[in-house]
Each structure stands twice: as structure tokens, then as C-alpha cells.
């Protein structure tokens, strides 16, 4: 029989907000994430700060909205790369890209738009 590892009790209520958030799909406000996540804003206002430090939430200026943040992102990523499906059709996509990028290229003169996404980047693909 598997002993249960002792954890940080702190570090699971906060993962409380990142599976509402995950769940959702899409920017919430602070008091919709708190009540999906079953504590109070006041509760959740102090981890979803930390989480903002450290990059796995970020907070649009303007709609005060809560969403996925660069670091999540990456470790979704990391995670779908090492997924045997997604490798291979991730290999097939990046040939892909490289062929229709040169396409591009040719059209318009040598200069190419590269998609950008991090947290300092306020383009990201979980705005609304």
C-alpha cells in the first residue's frame, strides 16, 4: 500500500483557483474565480497575487479579468511535446510552417511576422 506524501496544504487551496481558471477556459473576474473555486475573494485575492509573480496567472489591466499566465503556458507546452501524438503531428506542423513561411517570405519582399506570446506581451492567446 502506497503511503500519501505529506504536502504544503497552502499550495493546494491555491491550486483550488488554478483548476477554476483551467476549467473556465476563459479570463474571470475575481469574485466568479473565488466562487468556483469555493473560497471567499478576500481568500483567493493573496494566491492569485503570488501566482502573478511567478508568471502562472496574469491580470488584464483594463477588465481586472484573471487568466492563464506565460509560465502556465510554458509548462502546458512542455507537457504536449512530450505526448508521442503531439510530437508527430507537431514535427509535420513545423514543416508546415517552415514551407508556407517561405511562401510568405518570397511575397513580401524577405520580411515574416513572427506570433509572440509572453507575459511582458499583452497579445496573448487567452485575452478575450
Given amino acids: ?75 502546458g507546452l512542455i507537457s504536449l511535446r512530450r505526448c508521442p501524438a503531439y510530437a508527430s503531428q507537431d514535427r509535420r506542423s513545423r514543416r508546415s510552417q517552415v514551407r508556407s513561411g517561405m511562401r510568405s517570405r518570397s511575397r513580401s519582399g524577405g520580411r515574416t511576422a513572427r506570433p509572440w506570446c509572453s507575459s511582458k506581451n499583452p497579445a496573448s492567446p487567452f485575452t478575450s
Fill in 1 to 75: 500500500m502506497k503511503r500519501e506524501s505529506r504536502g504544503i496544504q497552502s499550495i493546494e487551496v491555491g491550486g483550488e483557483l488554478l483548476r477554476a481558471l483551467a476549467r473556465s477556459g476563459e479570463p474571470m473576474m475575481l469574485r466568479d474565480l473565488a466562487r468556483e473555486a469555493g473560497m471567499t475573494p478576500a481568500k483567493a485575492h493573496p494566491y492569485l497575487a503570488s501566482f502573478s509573480r511567478i508568471g502562472l496567472i496574469e491580470q488584464d489591466e483594463t477588465t481586472g479579468r484573471y487568466e492563464i499566465g506565460a509560465l502556465a503556458l510554458e509548462l
